[in-house]
C-alpha cells in the first residue's frame, strides 16, 4: 500500500464543503499543494463556506481556491489546463435527500452534468487516480443488512440516490474506455463541527438551542450508521495514493463504503445530542418522509482488508466535538 505523496497537486471539487474542508486541511497538513474549487451556492449558509474557506486560506500558498460551477465544461477544462492536477476528489454535488424530491433540475445540472464534465477533464488531461463521492443512500429499499458494495443496488428512492449510483456506472464506463483510474466512496451519514446545516443532527441542535421543537420521522423508529469527519477523512487519504488495479473487463476501478459499521437509533442518538448540548429538546414526531430509508449500515469489510482501517468514533465522541464547536460558532 502507497503512502499520501505531498509531491502531487490535488484538486478537490466541493472545496469550500464540510468534507472539502477538512480534506483540505489533512492534505495541507501533509505538506500536499491543494487547489479547491466550489460554486459558492447557497443551498445553505454561505457565511459557513466562507469560514471554512478562511481558515483553509491561513495556510499559505499550498492553498488556492477557485469558484468554478461543475456544470461549466468551460471553466473546469481551463481549471485543468492550469493547474494540472496529480489527483481529483469529486465532492462537489447537489447534496440532500428531501432537497431532490422538489428541484430535480438542480441534481442533473450538479450530479449528471457536473460529474460528466469532471470525467471529461480526467480523460484529456490524464490524472493518476480519481476518488469520487458516493453516497449511502444508492442502496435505497435494500432490506438485507449490513449494506455490501457487492448489492444490487437498482432501488434508488430518491433522485438523489439515483444520480449517486449513476456516476458509478458513468465512471466505470470512463475506467474501461479510455483508461481513467477511479475509486467511489459511499459515505454514511457524515456528521461533525463545522458540518452541513441541513443535516438532521445540525438542525436538531438549532431548534434545541433555540427551544423549537425538533421534527422526528417515522415517530423516532429508524437507524443510520452516523460516521465522524476525521474517519472520513482518514479513508480518504488512506485511498488517495492507492488507485484500484484493473478488472477482468480492465477498468481499474473500485467501490468502497465508508461508515461507522455500527448503527445508532435516531432515539439514542437525539438523547445523546441532547447531552452534549446540555438541553433537553422538545419532540414532534410525524410519519416517515418521502426519500427516507428506515436505516442505514455499512460493511466496511473491503475498507479493513485493504487499507487495515475502519471507522472507530463513537457518537459519545463525535457529537461532544460537534457540540463544543456549535455552542463556540453560534453563542
Given at each position: 500500500?502507497?503512502?499520501?505523496?505531498?509531491?502531487?497537486?490535488?484538486?478537490?471539487?466541493?472545496?469550500?464543503?464540510?468534507?472539502?474542508?477538512?480534506?483540505?486541511?489533512?492534505?495541507?497538513?501533509?505538506?500536499?499543494?491543494?487547489?479547491?474549487?466550489?460554486?459558492?451556492?447557497?443551498?445553505?449558509?454561505?457565511?459557513?463556506?466562507?469560514?471554512?474557506?478562511?481558515?483553509?486560506e491561513k495556510c499559505g500558498e499550498q492553498y488556492t481556491f477557485e469558484k468554478c460551477d461543475l456544470s461549466d465544461k468551460i471553466a473546469l477544462e481551463a481549471l485543468f489546463d492550469k493547474y494540472e492536477p496529480d489527483v481529483v476528489v469529486n465532492l462537489g454535488a447537489q447534496a440532500g435527500v428531501r432537497y431532490s424530491i422538489d428541484n430535480?433540475?438542480?441534481?442533473?445540472?450538479?450530479?449528471?452534468?457536473?460529474?460528466?464534465?469532471?470525467?471529461?477533464?480526467?480523460?484529456?488531461?490524464?490524472?493518476?487516480?480519481?476518488?469520487?463521492?458516493?453516497?449511502?443512500?444508492?442502496?435505497?429499499?435494500?432490506?438485507?443488512?449490513?449494506?455490501?458494495?457487492?448489492?444490487?443496488?437498482?432501488?434508488?428512492?430518491?433522485?438523489?440516490?439515483?444520480?449517486?449510483?449513476?456516476?458509478?456506472?458513468?465512471?466505470?464506463?470512463?475506467?474501461?474506455?479510455?483508461?481513467?483510474?477511479?475509486?467511489?466512496?459511499?459515505?454514511?451519514?457524515?456528521?461533525?463541527?463545522?458540518?452541513?446545516?441541513?443535516?438532521?443532527?445540525?438542525?436538531?441542535?438549532?431548534?434545541?438551542?433555540?427551544?423549537?421543537?425538533?421534527?422526528?420521522?417515522?415517530?423516532?423508529?429508524?437507524?443510520?450508521?452516523?460516521?465522524?469527519?476525521?474517519?472520513?477523512?482518514?479513508?480518504?487519504?488512506?485511498?488517495?495514493?492507492?488507485?484500484?488495479?484493473?478488472?477482468?473487463?480492465?477498468?481499474?476501478?473500485?467501490?468502497?463504503?465508508?461508515?461507522?459499521?455500527?448503527?445508532?437509533?435516531?432515539?439514542?442518538?437525539?438523547?445523546?445530542?441532547?447531552?452534549?448540548?446540555?438541553?433537553?429538546?422538545?419532540?414532534?414526531?410525524?410519519?416517515?418522509?418521502?426519500?427516507?430509508?428506515?436505516?442505514?449500515?455499512?460493511?466496511?469489510?473491503?475498507?479493513?482488508?485493504?487499507?487495515?482501517?475502519?471507522?472507530?468514533?463513537?457518537?459519545?465522541?463525535?457529537?461532544?466535538?460537534?457540540?463544543?464547536?456549535?455552542?463556540?460558532?453560534?453563542?
Amino acid at each position: 500500500m502507497n503512502s499520501l505523496d505531498n509531491k502531487k497537486t490535488y484538486l478537490i471539487s466541493g472545496g469550500a464543503g464540510f468534507i472539502g474542508y477538512f480534506l483540505s486541511k489533512r492534505l495541507l497538513e501533509e505538506g500536499c499543494r491543494v487547489i479547491g474549487f466550489d460554486n459558492m451556492n447557497d443551498y445553505y449558509d454561505v457565511s459557513l463556506k466562507q469560514a471554512r474557506l478562511s481558515d483553509l486560506e491561513k495556510c499559505g500558498e499550498q492553498y488556492t481556491f477557485e469558484k468554478c460551477d461543475l456544470s461549466d465544461k468551460i471553466a473546469l477544462e481551463a481549471l485543468f489546463d492550469k493547474y494540472e492536477p496529480d489527483v481529483v476528489v469529486n465532492l462537489g454535488a447537489q447534496a440532500g435527500v428531501r432537497y431532490s424530491i422538489d428541484n430535480p433540475d438542480a441534481y442533473v445540472q450538479s450530479n449528471l452534468v457536473g460529474f460528466f464534465n469532471i470525467l471529461e477533464c480526467c480523460r484529456n488531461h490524464p490524472v493518476d487516480h480519481l476518488v469520487f463521492a458516493s453516497s449511502s443512500s444508492v442502496y435505497g429499499g435494500n432490506d438485507k443488512v449490513p449494506f455490501c458494495t457487492e448489492d444490487k443496488v437498482d432501488r434508488p428512492v430518491s433522485l438523489y440516490a439515483a444520480t449517486k449510483k449513476s456516476n458509478e456506472l458513468m465512471a466505470y464506463s470512463y475506467c474501461k474506455l479510455y483508461g481513467i483510474k477511479a475509486t467511489g466512496l459511499r459515505f454514511f451519514t457524515v456528521y461533525g463541527p463545522m458540518g452541513r446545516p441541513d443535516m438532521a443532527y445540525f438542525k436538531f441542535a438549532k431548534k434545541i438551542m433555540n427551544g423549537e421543537p425538533i421534527q422526528i420521522y417515522n415517530n423516532g423508529d429508524m437507524m443510520r450508521d452516523f460516521t465522524y469527519i476525521d474517519d472520513i477523512v482518514t479513508g480518504i487519504v488512506n485511498i488517495l495514493p492507492n488507485p484500484p488495479k484493473t478488472d477482468d473487463l480492465g477498468a481499474a476501478y473500485k467501490i468502497y463504503n465508508i461508515g461507522n459499521n455500527k448503527p445508532v437509533r435516531l432515539m439514542d442518538f437525539i438523547e445523546t445530542l441532547e447531552n452534549s448540548i446540555g438541553k433537553k429538546a422538545q419532540k414532534e414526531f410525524l410519519p416517515m418522509q418521502p426519500g427516507d430509508v428506515y436505516q442505514t449500515y455499512a460493511d466496511v469489510t473491503d475498507l479493513m482488508n485493504d487499507y487495515g482501517f475502519k471507522p472507530e468514533t463513537t457518537i459519545q465522541e463525535g457529537l461532544a466535538k460537534f457540540a463544543e464547536w456549535f455552542l463556540g460558532y453560534y453563542k
